[in-house]
């Protein structure tokens, strides 16, 4: 079965730091491009980072740039998201989806989520 | 990275038709092929519903269809059905490996 699954997120400060992980299953994960999506609560989807098949071509929002980080493990069929510098506008629905293709296109595949709440 | 332009709700009864519009630019919408539709009910992970403006993934009804004329690009749904209500959002690849979002619309189905 086709999965994505995230996790690492939860309460923290605003300031503070937080690293997300997305575990993928069921195809193969180094063929496709990756990103991450958010939504606010009560708000609309967000784009926030995605990253090629090799991680040769790395894009973010203007709001994340300079604060968050995308990676990936082929390895470890993982996507990951450094969160650095978090503030109250960063807490939101996390979401990992996989890009229909290697290079740019649409997010075929989501995970459920994993929600990051910027609370002191 | 300005967020694209869609109404914030449309509604239509059983059966009807509906058009959702998505309004960007030159450097978004209408300046590349890769404009994705995404329908979210409540509480869920969104589902891909059209891809390179107009194709559909298998098993998306092809009541679901799509379109692009410069920087504007529809949705359209034909033959409503309750479980269409959702939201909708429009997505646009903006160069320099960058996405945008629309608004959303939020699609009552009467």
């Known amino acids: 079965e086709v999965q994505l699954v995230e996790s690492g997120g939860g309460l923290v400060q605003p300031g503070r730091s937080l690293r997300l992980s997305c575990a993928a299953s069921g195809f193969t994960f180094g063929d496709y491009a990756f990103h991450w999506v958010r939504q606010g609560p009560g708000k609309g989807l967000e784009w926030v980072s995605g990253i090629s098949w090799n991680s040769d071509m790395i894009g973010y929002a203007d709001s994340v740039k300079g604060r968050f980080t995308i990676s990936r493990d082929n390895a470890k069929n993982s996507l990951y998201l450094q969160m650095n510098s978090l503030r109250a506008e960063d807490m939101a629905f996390y979401y990992c989806?996989?890009?229909?293709?290697?290079?740019?296109?649409?997010?075929?595949?989501w995970g459920q989520g994993t929600m990051v709440t910027v609370s002191s | 990275q300005s967020a694209l332009t869609q109404p914030r709700s449309v509604s239509g009864s059983p059966g009807q038709s509906v058009t959702i519009s998505c309004t960007g630019t030159s450097s978004d919408v209408g300046g590349y092929g890769y404009l994705s539709w995404y329908q979210q009910h409540p509480g869920k992970a969104p589902k891909l519903m059209i891809y390179?403006?107009?194709k559909r993934p298998s098993g998306v009804p092809d009541r679901f269809s799509g379109s692009k004329s410069g920087n504007t690009a529809s949705l359209t749904i034909s033959g409503l059905q309750a479980e269409d209500e959702a939201d909708y959002y429009c997505c646009s690849y903006a160069g320099s490996y960058t996405w945008v979002f629309g608004g959303g619309t939020k699609l009552t189905v009467l």
């Open positions: 390179d403006v107009s």
């Open positions: 989806a996989k890009d229909r293709t290697a290079t740019p296109d649409a997010f075929d595949i």
